[in-house]
């Protein structure tokens, strides 16, 4: 047999040649991965609310008397949706990214106003979000969660998946709740106990959908079930990033009032609600 000599020229030739093949099969060599490339947003004109589904009226917009979702609450998850729904009339939202800067979390940023881009790779997927900081990992290489004692809240909570052809299967867990999160601006919260497990694929139209089962043995009475849906923008399209306290024009005072002010830097509200 002919000796072979592995020189560094070879090997870097080799490693180049394998960054140029296409991350086609799934962490288990089964289906292409699907296409989600380019620029999304969502598809659902939800008025600031998670679960469109649920929402009475069903054009109603968060901060309009009369307006809320009905998941399936328990007793004290409902009294407090409902006492916070009455800060929500009076202006004063207790909206924690309105300070700038903090994570939406998950579930919300399957729900906020500006694009998202999926990144699909065999070993994770990635959710990245026009409105941040929000950068979802979903891992796909066979790990598990790790143990409870290596687990803290976070924002967007541990995710690990896997692919059942071309969809897109995780769970979701150890999440901030209600602590420091809301799922949208009427308020509604979960708690960090929720788990949620999601199943995305794109659909026969064309949209990305996202299927999430949300289980919280605190919050909930029995499994929510929400769907979300995305469109694709035309190719070409572009993604910018930016911070809210940038020409922040909504300050929020001491009382928790979102302000809003004019271009001379002046307060344009009619009342200004003080402590």
Known sequence: ??????????????????????LAAGADGGDALPDWSGVWERYEGNGGM??????????????????????????AWERKYRETLEVVAQGRLP?????????????????????????????QTWILTENGPNIMR????????????????MFTGDSVGRWEG??????????????????????LTLSDQARISTRMYETDEGLLRAELVIIDPVALTEPWNV?????????????YDYACAENNRNPITDSGQTLT?????????????ED
């Not at 047999?1 to 296409?22: D, G, I, N, Y």
């Not at 979903?138 to 809240?153: C, N, Q, V």
């Not at 002010?261 to 609600?273: A, K, N, T, Y």
């Open 1 to 22: 047999m002919p000796r072979v000599t592995v020189t560094p020229r070879f090997v870097r030739t080799l490693l180049s040649f394998a960054l140029t093949l296409p």
């Open 95 to 123: 909206d924690p990214i309105s300070v700038c800067g903090t994570p939406a979390g998950f579930p919300r940023l399957l729900a906020l106003p500006d694009v998202y881009e999926f990144v699909v790779r065999p070993e």
């Open 261 to 273: 002010l004019g271009p001379d830097g002046r307060v344009i509200d009619r009342e200004i609600i």
């Open 227 to 239: 769907t979300r849906h995305f469109r694709r923008l035309p190719p070409g399209t572009r993604v």
């Open 50 to 75: 998670f679960d469109v589904a649920t929402t009475r009226p069903p054009d109603g917009r968060a901060g309009e008397p009369g307006v809320r979702q009905h998941p399936p609450l328990t007793e």
């Open 138 to 153: 979903i891992y796909t290489d066979g790990r598990a969660h790790p143990p409870a004692d290596e687990l803290w809240p």
């Open 166 to 187: 071309r969809t897109l299967v995780f769970d979701t867990i150890s999440m901030i709740g209600d602590r420091q999160t809301i799922l949208d601006r009427s308020g």
